[in-house]
């Protein structure tokens, strides 16, 4: 074991979780550990390439090398063909920033989805993480909410109401304790972009809601987490914890003196089968008394991840 | 939220465990999903003689936390089978069979759910639910068992899964 660990990459989204994630990534531990071959295992976030999971990567001199959809079984002959160098197989796309579905896009929010490890404070920091939180730790909260309102960031929910009004308001209320609230329930099928923002880029939320925060005068957070998303709300959760430990979150804030504590309404799926007016037949009188606002989604620019503030 | 923690809870009483957690939480601003939640937990479900316990603690009413404990699909008061199937029935889903499969699922279980509402097997071994997206929709028809989830969803698959944890039981 004298060689350098090589580093491959096995996401830990829930969509790859959910076609064997864990499996391949435990048989390429056995598997490396068997032949002698040091391994630097990194469960990163899902590219999106959702027909490709489990997208494996492996670093090379030439940049990451995808290969998917990997079965557990695959695993052995991958590593007989190379795999750990970037070699040739059925199941090799060659470098994964040039698959085409890849190549074409320009990701803002998404920038780190898929390249990091959503739970690592270096990665997040390597990629441009708190740079925004330190900015605006830098500012009075009412140039935080004019660079916002500037900036012409909208939320993302399908009214696109402008987030720099509803913070200036936010920032205007009068009140003993203000809150940001993040409503990170989607429950529309098909659409999985909180879901993704939680488990594979985490900080980038608690980043933004942290922003909010000292924008407007709010101390508490809430983010409202389906509990039909249980990674999602293990990974929150964990993000959570390591923020607090690293000073993004808490009593003093980078030691500003700023206050920011999160926690969590893992939110029980409501009787009303995720409130959707279409399916009605399960639906239950009462429910539309629970109705919330549509969900925000994380938007680009200074990460701020948009959620939606209230007092 | 593991489909079997009563039995090792046998010794502990539900109002011991909930004693328990209001002591921790009860102080705690908006304590009471959080109670819930962990009642649930521990229990596997959130007894109907604990609510009181847990109102005047709150010094909330019984009606409030029991409208708050039937508005969640996700509480329940009866405990589940000892594993927890929950198949997606959402409109990516059904695109790919969804339907097909949860009745598959009802016949292999042998529960039977009415109205779009839960059931659990005649044995205790399976409470089987519709539930409402996974976010898994680019590989649908997805479903959870026992809080894990499986994507790209077959009925022979589905059998393979079901024959595991009954082999393992």
């Known amino acids: 074991m004298s060689a350098a660990p090589i580093t491959v990459y096995v996401p830990r989204d829930s969509a790859a979780l959910a076609v064997g994630a864990d499996e391949v990534a435990d048989t390429l531990q056995a598997e490396c550990a068997r032949r002698g071959i040091a391994l630097n295992l990194v469960r990163n976030g899902s590219r999106g390439l959702f027909w490709l999971e489990t997208l494996l990567e492996v670093a090379t001199p030439r940049g990451r090398i995808a290969y998917g959809p990997v079965q557990p079984e695959d695993v052995a002959g991958l590593l007989d063909a190379g795999l750990l160098n970037g070699a040739a197989h059925a199941l090799c796309h060659g470098p994964t920033e040039q698959i085409p579905y890849l190549a074409k896009q320009e990701r803002l929010c998404f920038a780190r989805m898929g390249v990091t490890d959503p739970l690592s404070l270096a990665d997040y920091e390597a990629h441009e993480g708190w740079s925004g939180l330190r900015a605006a730790l830098a500012m009075p909260g009412e140039t935080i909410v004019q660079q916002v309102l500037d900036s012409g960031l909208r939320g993302r929910g399908g009214a696109a109401f402008p987030t720099g009004i509803k913070w200036k308001t936010v920032a205007a209320a009068q009140a003993a304790q203000k809150y940001v609230v993040c409503n990170a329930d989607e429950g529309d099928s098909g659409t999985f972009s909180d879901r993704m923002t939680m488990e594979g880029d985490p900080f980038m939320l608690i980043e933004g809601m942290t922003i909010a925060a000292l924008a407007v005068g709010a101390t508490r957070g809430y983010v409202y987490i389906r509990s039909e998303y249980p990674d999602a709300v293990a990974t929150m959760s964990e993000a959570v914890v390591r923020a607090q430990a690293a000073g993004f979150l808490g009593d003093d804030i980078l030691g500003s003196g700023a206050a920011c504590t999160s926690r969590f309404a893992r939110r029980p799926a409501p009787t009303c089968a995720a409130k959707r007016p279409r399916c009605s037949k399960a639906s239950k009188a009462g429910a539309a008394s629970f109705a919330r606002s549509r969900r925000c989604r994380p938007s680009k620019a200074c990460s701020a991840s948009r959620p939606s503030s209230t007092t | ?169």
């Open chain 2, 1 to 169: 939220m593991s489909a079997q923690p009563a039995a090792a809870n046998a010794a502990t009483s539900p109002e011991t465990i909930t004693r328990t957690v209001l002591a921790r939480r009860a102080q705690e601003p908006g304590a009471l999903l959080p109670i819930l939640h962990e009642v649930q937990d521990a229990l596997g479900h959130v007894p109907r003689e604990v609510v009181p316990q847990i109102a005047e603690a709150l010094n909330l009413s019984r009606a409030e936390v029991h409208g708050v404990v039937t508005y969640y699909h996700h509480f329940r008061s009866e405990a589940p089978g000892r594993h927890v199937v929950q198949v997606c029935r959402a409109e990516a889903c059904q695109a790919m069979g969804a339907d097909a499969l949860f009745e598959h699922a009802e016949q292999r279980l042998g529960c039977h759910a009415h109205g779009g509402h839960g059931s659990t097997s005649d044995d205790g071994s399976f409470t089987l639910n519709p539930v409402f997206c996974l976010g898994l929709c680019a590989s649908s028809p997805a479903i959870v068992i026992d809080e894990r989830l499986h994507a790209r969803m077959t009925p022979e698959r589905f059998d393979q899964l079901i024959g595991k944890l009954e082999a393992a039981a």
